[in-house]
């Protein structure tokens, strides 16, 4: 144990004695205190109406207003300048030969892997003091803050990070170079930025599949207050995996063996995981959730499909999605939604078809209107239970 503490303190010094940490730690204060200080102020402002507006008043909520765009600078910050504070702690000692050194002093790459992950967790965990005291602020301003909702945000950003740590680790062990291995961690972490991108203006089933599994889309759950075990055990998951990888790039070819073993341990996981579904609402005001009633019916439906005749792109689906969409699938998980392509989506553009049972009892019934409303009455009638229209 002493001998590791002795490593652990060589990495805790390097990796904060690096001038890109201390850039990180800059740039982190910088993003978040300007984002903090525009939002607080925007939101001060526009909240005014909300002290003799009860109904105004429901629309305005801190973590939403004030806090997720300021974590968003530290989104940028973690995902463009935290790789260079990490990357050196492999690449340096690579192209100066003292990698090969700890493991002469008898260190085990899975000793020098976590060590280096440590380091780089301590660094995040400073880094988290810049939000943390933005709550401080709020509070001596007479603010209040839902904690479970701003946890969950914090919390997803902090698994976030930690996967950035993963990804800019494996890339350090790959080369000598610095340059280099950023340019590889970079293009691991843009590549989500990417994927969504092409999502959002494709139907296309692939990049549909892709997209639910890139970090960003993982980030999305947590910035909306909820809480997605699913996305919890993706992100530990893509940790491990890269940490894992790093693992077989230092061990020598004995441990190859071992590694495979391991990896071949991993499937269940990885088959478990992608089938999990488990979305719980941790807002205060419950806003990305039906009402009991409506949500408790919802939840009895059996083999519930939706097929949309609509562009991703189109601002109709976007108020369906965000109004009806998202909540009915966090009330019903199982629940089919086809996007139409091609033919059938240029002739039939703007319809939306909802369809209960399968086989020969399936019935379905299509509307062009994207409200919550209609889609309640046509599903009353599909599934023959009454659900009050709130």
Same mark, same amino acid.
């Not at 205060?284 to 609509?310: G, T, V, W």
């Not at 969409?325 to 319809?351: C, H, S, T, W």
């Given at each position: 144990?002493?001998?590791?503490?002795?490593?652990?303190?060589?990495?805790?010094?390097?990796?904060?004695?690096?001038? $890109?940490?201390? @850039?990180?730690? /800059? =740039? !982190?204060? &910088?993003?978040?205190? %300007?984002?903090? *200080?525009?939002? +607080?102020? #925007?939101?001060?402002?526009?909240?005014?109406?909300?002290?003799?507006?009860?109904?105004?008043?429901?629309?305005?909520?801190?973590?939403?207003?004030?806090?997720?765009?300021?974590?968003?600078?530290?989104?940028?910050?973690?995902?463009?300048?935290?790789?260079?504070?990490?990357?050196?702690?492999?690449?340096?000692?690579?192209?100066?030969?003292?990698?090969?050194?700890?493991?002469?002093?008898?260190?085990?790459?899975?000793?020098?892997?976590?060590?280096?992950?440590? $380091?780089?967790? @301590?660094?995040? /965990? =400073? !880094?988290? &003091?810049?939000?943390? %005291?933005?709550? *401080?602020?709020? +509070?001596? #301003?007479?603010?209040?803050?839902?904690?479970?909702?701003?946890?969950?945000?914090?919390?997803?950003?902090?698994?976030?990070?930690?996967?950035?740590?993963?990804?800019?680790?494996?890339?350090?062990?790959?080369?000598?170079?610095?340059?280099?291995?950023?340019?590889?961690?970079?293009?691991?972490?843009?590549?989500?930025?990417?994927?969504?991108?092409?999502?959002?203006?494709?139907?296309?089933?692939?990049?549909?599949?892709?997209?639910?599994?890139?970090?960003?889309?993982?980030?999305?759950?947590?910035?909306?207050?909820?809480?997605?075990?699913?996305?919890?055990?993706?992100?530990?998951?893509?940790?491990?995996?890269?940490?894992?990888?790093?693992?077989?790039?230092?061990?020598?070819?004995?441990?190859?063996?071992?590694?495979?073993?391991?990896?071949?341990?991993?499937?269940?996981?990885?088959?478990?995981?992608?089938?999990?579904?488990?979305?719980?609402?941790?807002?205060?005001?419950?806003?990305?959730?039906?009402?009991?009633?409506?949500?408790?019916?919802?939840?009895?439906?059996?083999?519930?499909?939706?097929?949309?005749?609509?562009?991703?792109?189109?601002?109709?689906?976007?108020?369906?999605?965000?109004?009806?969409?998202?909540?009915?699938?966090?009330?019903?998980?199982?629940?089919?939604?086809?996007?139409?392509?091609?033919?059938?989506?240029?002739?039939?553009?703007?319809?939306?078809?909802?369809?209960?049972?399968?086989?020969?009892?399936?019935?379905?019934?299509?509307?062009?209107?994207?409200?919550?409303?209609?889609?309640?009455?046509?599903?009353?009638?599909?599934?023959?239970?009454?659900?009050?229209?709130?």
């Amino acid at each position: 144990m002493k001998k590791f503490l002795v490593l652990l303190k060589k990495e805790v010094l390097q990796i904060f004695r690096n001038p $890109a940490a201390l @850039l990180f730690f /800059v =740039f !982190s204060s &910088l993003l978040f205190g %300007s984002s903090f *200080v525009a939002s +607080l102020s #925007l939101y001060s402002q526009a909240s005014a109406k909300a002290l003799s507006d009860l109904v105004y008043a429901k629309n305005f909520e801190p973590v939403l207003g004030i806090f997720l765009p300021s974590f968003g600078g530290l989104f940028l910050v973690f995902s463009i300048i935290l790789p260079f504070a990490v990357i050196p702690l492999f690449s340096l000692e690579r192209k100066n030969n003292t990698l090969t050194l700890l493991f002469q002093l008898s260190y085990s790459s899975f000793e020098i892997i976590f060590a280096k992950f440590l $380091a780089s967790f @301590l660094v995040i /965990v =400073f !880094s988290f &003091l810049i939000p943390l %005291s933005g709550i *401080v602020v709020f +509070l001596l #301003l007479g603010g209040h803050i839902p904690f479970n909702e701003f946890f969950l945000l914090f919390f997803g950003y902090f698994l976030y990070s930690l996967t950035v740590v993963a990804i800019s680790l494996f890339s350090g062990a790959i080369f000598n170079s610095v340059s280099s291995s950023s340019v590889v961690a970079l293009v691991l972490i843009l590549y989500s930025w990417i994927v969504d991108f092409l999502s959002g203006v494709s139907n296309s089933a692939v990049l549909n599949f892709l997209s639910s599994f890139t970090l960003t889309s993982l980030l999305k759950d947590f910035e909306s207050g909820i809480l997605n075990l699913r996305s919890v055990f993706v992100f530990v998951l893509i940790i491990f995996f890269f940490l894992f990888l790093t693992f077989v790039v230092l061990s020598p070819e004995k441990r190859l063996k071992k590694a495979f073993v391991f990896a071949l341990m991993l499937f269940p996981v990885c088959f478990f995981v992608f089938n999990f579904s488990k979305r719980i609402d941790f807002t205060e005001s419950l806003r990305n959730s039906f009402p009991p009633q409506i949500a408790e019916k919802i939840r009895k439906i059996q083999n519930l499909s939706i097929k949309i005749y609509l562009n991703k792109e189109d601002s109709r689906f976007y108020d369906y999605k965000k109004e009806f969409l998202d909540r009915v699938i966090l009330v019903n998980p199982d629940i089919k939604v086809e996007f139409a392509k091609g033919k059938q989506l240029e002739e039939n553009y703007g319809i939306f078809v909802y369809c209960v049972g399968k086989g020969e009892k399936k019935k379905c019934e299509k509307t062009y209107s994207n409200s919550p409303e209609e889609a309640f009455i046509i599903l009353s009638k599909l599934s023959g239970m009454s659900i009050p229209i709130d």
